[in-house]
């Protein structure tokens, strides 16, 4: 394992290395571990050691990747109390969160072990040989997925655990058969290191190649930059900012030899509140959203940023209960001095535009670091002239948008930037007279929920998290989930290939006893 350094000051010690500290939100003030920044010389060795790595991991059965991949998870448990605790100390975040993240995390990983074991997910494809066809013979062509390479994964500031050391995007690399490089986050360096020690563990003891996984520590952009443009990368994960995601998708594009990126960056989450739906629970719907705006002080990719509906006395009265709820909730900790900084540059930003009306403001004292939750209002027209007001504020501010009828409706969501989510509030039979806004929101994210609230995230197969840009940048794939293996892999086709030579995916006696597709049928049978 490689290691390197995290925030909030950093400073530059005697031997000229950066050194810096992570920091306790709740306590207000710096942790006492001090970390090292990343070198050159770590960089250059962790992916030197990825690329070798490479060449044995690509091969290794899925038995054993399985094995490894439970191995971390286990590693992970092993850790108890002293992941918890530091969790918690780097965060703000409260024990149960610290714990429900670590179950999510294992779960991941196991999910995983079970994918690759089983083994179908290469998506093995066979079209045989026809010699006497005619015009022309017909060659025999095999297909399945393969590894890309050395995979650079960027650790999130709102996930310590899930979707970062050995997050969504580690699991799903190091399954695929990619050794992977994380560019651990600096506001909770002491948590990844944990984790890093853990997957460091669990691959001495299933005997991976060596530099199978590397964690690499920095509290600004540079490593991360020449991890990106290094020739030896040949992907890249991120969950963050339109802001970071877009800078290392630009970084990979102008390389010698472009990588994939897929990040995972901006999204306010719209949600439509259909008129007898407000009508008949107004009230009830207004609190579970207070809640659900509210809920991990707003920290979210999934928040209910933006809430939309038509004019009417249903719209007005969810305005004022929802005003009225949020503002019994408790603030709560928010993750780092710096996002609390952002939070409220970004509310003061929408609030001061011309137009919007401040329905709820906590306005009470509240401790350092602690979120203040907002809700305004504005009208559709303004909001549709106003390209600001779609700004994400990342925090628990969410914005009501009243629209004069239905098309300015259908028009405000046409109008949208990709979203991670779309929600729908609709009483019983109400939805099938409002198709066009379910096509118009469909067209604009990757999920779409009916009567619930977008916070919460299932890990399965059948998840999609990622979205138009700039909810992710290529909504083709998706961040969580078993499905989340296919950004890093490619396929890859033999012809005419010796039978003894193939992996043993594509034999004819099919060894694996794998799902394979022959001749357009999906089977497990032997040719």
Same mark, same amino acid.
């Given at each position: 394992m490689?290691?390197?350094?995290? #925030?909030? %000051?950093?400073?530059?010690?005697?031997?000229?290395?950066?050194?810096?500290?992570t920091?306790?939100?709740?306590? =207000?003030?710096?942790?006492d571990?001090?970390?090292?920044?990343?070198?050159?010389?770590?960089?250059?060795?962790?992916?030197?050691?990825?690329?070798?790595?490479?060449?044995?991991?690509?091969?290794?059965?899925?038995?054993?990747?399985?094995?490894?991949?439970?191995?971390?998870?286990?590693?992970i448990?092993?850790?108890?109390d002293?992941?918890?605790?530091?969790?918690?100390?780097?965060?703000?975040?409260?024990?149960?969160?610290?714990? %429900?993240?670590?179950?999510?995390?294992?779960? #991941?990983?196991?999910?995983?072990?079970?994918?690759?074991?089983?083994?179908?997910?290469?998506?093995?494809?066979?079209?045989?040989?026809?010699?006497?066809?005619?015009?022309?013979? *017909?060659?025999?062509?095999?297909?399945?997925?393969?590894?890309?390479?050395?995979?650079?994964?960027?650790?999130?500031?709102?996930?310590?655990?899930?979707?970062s050391?050995?997050?969504?995007?580690?699991?799903?690399?190091?399954?695929?058969?990619?050794?992977v490089?994380?560019?651990?986050?600096?506001m909770?360096?002491?948590?990844g290191?944990?984790?890093?020690?853990?997957?460091?563990?669990?691959? *001495? *003891?299933?005997?991976m190649?060596?530099?199978?996984?590397?964690?690499?520590?920095?509290?600004?952009?540079e490593?991360?930059?020449?991890?990106?443009?290094?020739?030896?990368?040949?992907?890249?994960?991120?969950?963050?900012?339109?802001?970071?995601?877009?800078a290392?998708?630009?970084?990979?594009?102008?390389?010698?030899?472009p990588?994939?990126?897929?990040?995972?960056?901006?999204?306010?989450?719209?949600v439509?509140?259909?008129?007898?739906a407000?009508?008949?629970?107004?009230?009830?719907?207004?609190?579970?959203?207070?809640?659900?705006?509210?809920?991990g002080?707003?920290?979210?990719?999934?928040?209910p940023?933006?809430?939309?509906?038509?004019?009417?006395?249903?719209?007005?009265?969810?305005?004022?209960?929802?005003?009225?709820e949020?503002?019994?909730?408790?603030?709560?900790?928010?993750?780092?001095?710096?996002?609390?900084?952002?939070?409220?540059?970004n509310?003061?930003?929408?609030?001061?535009?011309?137009?919007?009306?401040i329905?709820?403001?906590?306005?009470? =004292?509240?401790?350092n670091?602690?979120?203040?939750?907002?809700?305004?209002?504005?009208?559709?027209?303004?909001?549709?002239?106003?390209?600001?007001?779609?700004?994400?504020v990342?925090?628990p501010?969410?914005?009501?948008?009243?629209c004069?009828?239905?098309?300015?409706?259908?028009t405000?969501?046409?109008?949208?930037?990709?979203?991670?989510?779309?929600t729908?509030?609709?009483?019983?039979?109400?939805?099938?007279?409002?198709?066009?806004?379910?096509?118009?929101?469909?067209?604009?994210?990757?999920?779409?929920?009916?009567?619930?609230?977008?916070?919460?995230?299932?890990?399965?197969?059948?998840?999609?998290?990622?979205g138009?840009?700039?909810?992710?940048?290529?909504?083709?794939?998706?961040?969580? %989930?078993?499905?989340?293996?296919?950004?890093?892999?490619?396929?890859?086709?033999?012809?005419?290939?010796?039978?003894?030579?193939?992996?043993?995916?594509?034999?004819n =006696?099919?060894?694996?006893?794998?799902?394979?597709?022959?001749?357009?049928?999906?089977?497990?049978?032997k040719?």
């Amino acid at each position: 394992m490689i290691t390197g350094k995290n #925030q909030i %000051g950093n400073t530059l010690s005697a031997t000229g290395t950066i050194t810096f500290t992570t920091y306790n939100p709740e306590l =207000d003030r710096e942790n006492d571990v001090v970390f090292t920044e990343a070198t050159k010389e770590e960089i250059e060795q962790s992916l030197s050691l990825a690329t070798d790595a490479f060449k044995e991991f690509r091969n290794i059965s899925g038995k054993k990747k399985a094995e490894f991949l439970n191995a971390i998870a286990d590693e992970i448990l092993a850790l108890d109390d002293t992941l918890v605790k530091t969790y918690c100390s780097e965060t703000g975040l409260p024990e149960g969160r610290a714990k %429900g993240e670590r179950g999510r995390t294992v779960g #991941q990983l196991r999910s995983f072990a079970t994918l690759v074991e089983e083994g179908s997910w290469v998506e093995a494809t066979i079209d045989k040989v026809q010699p006497n066809r005619e015009p022309m013979p *017909k060659a025999d062509i095999r297909k399945m997925n393969i590894p890309l390479g050395p995979v650079v994964v960027f650790g999130a500031s709102n996930f310590p655990l899930a979707y970062s050391t050995a997050g969504g995007d580690t699991a799903a690399a190091l399954a695929a058969g990619c050794p992977v490089i994380v560019k651990s986050h600096p506001m909770h360096a002491g948590t990844g290191e944990l984790v890093a020690s853990a997957i460091v563990k669990a691959a *001495k *003891k299933t005997g991976m190649p060596n530099g199978v996984f590397s964690n690499l520590n920095s509290s600004g952009i540079e490593v991360g930059q020449q991890l990106v443009a290094h020739p030896k990368v040949k992907a890249v994960g991120f969950t963050g900012s339109i802001k970071g995601g877009r800078a290392l998708l630009d970084l990979a594009a102008k390389r010698e030899e472009p990588i994939p990126v897929f990040a995972e960056m901006g999204s306010i989450n719209p949600v439509v509140l259909l008129p007898k739906a407000l009508e008949n629970r107004a009230a009830d719907i207004a609190k579970t959203y207070a809640g659900s705006i509210t809920l991990g002080t707003g920290q979210f990719c999934t928040n209910p940023g933006l809430l939309l509906g038509i004019k009417s006395k249903g719209l007005t009265d969810f305005v004022e209960q929802l005003s009225t709820e949020i503002i019994k909730i408790e603030p709560s900790c928010m993750l780092h001095p710096n996002i609390k900084k952002g939070y409220e540059a970004n509310k003061s930003k929408i609030v001061n535009e011309d137009k919007v009306e401040i329905k709820a403001n906590y306005t009470s =004292d509240v401790h350092n670091n602690y979120a203040q939750q907002a809700v305004v209002t504005v009208e559709g027209k303004t909001f549709l002239e106003n390209p600001t007001l779609h700004l994400e504020v990342f925090g628990p501010f969410s914005m009501v948008v009243q629209c004069d009828n239905v098309t300015e409706l259908e028009t405000v969501i046409s109008n949208l930037e990709g979203q991670l989510t779309g929600t729908i509030i609709s009483d019983d039979n109400e939805l099938s007279s409002y198709n066009i806004l379910v096509d118009a929101l469909q067209n604009r994210v990757g999920r779409i929920i009916f009567n619930g609230v977008p916070t919460g995230v299932e890990v399965c197969g059948s998840m999609v998290h990622g979205g138009p840009y700039p909810a992710s940048t290529d909504s083709r794939f998706t961040a969580v %989930g078993i499905n989340s293996i296919k950004r890093w892999v490619r396929p890859f086709s033999y012809q005419s290939w010796p039978n003894h030579l193939l992996p043993k995916e594509l034999q004819n =006696d099919n060894p694996l006893n794998i799902f394979r597709t022959i001749d357009g049928e999906r089977t497990k049978d032997k040719i």
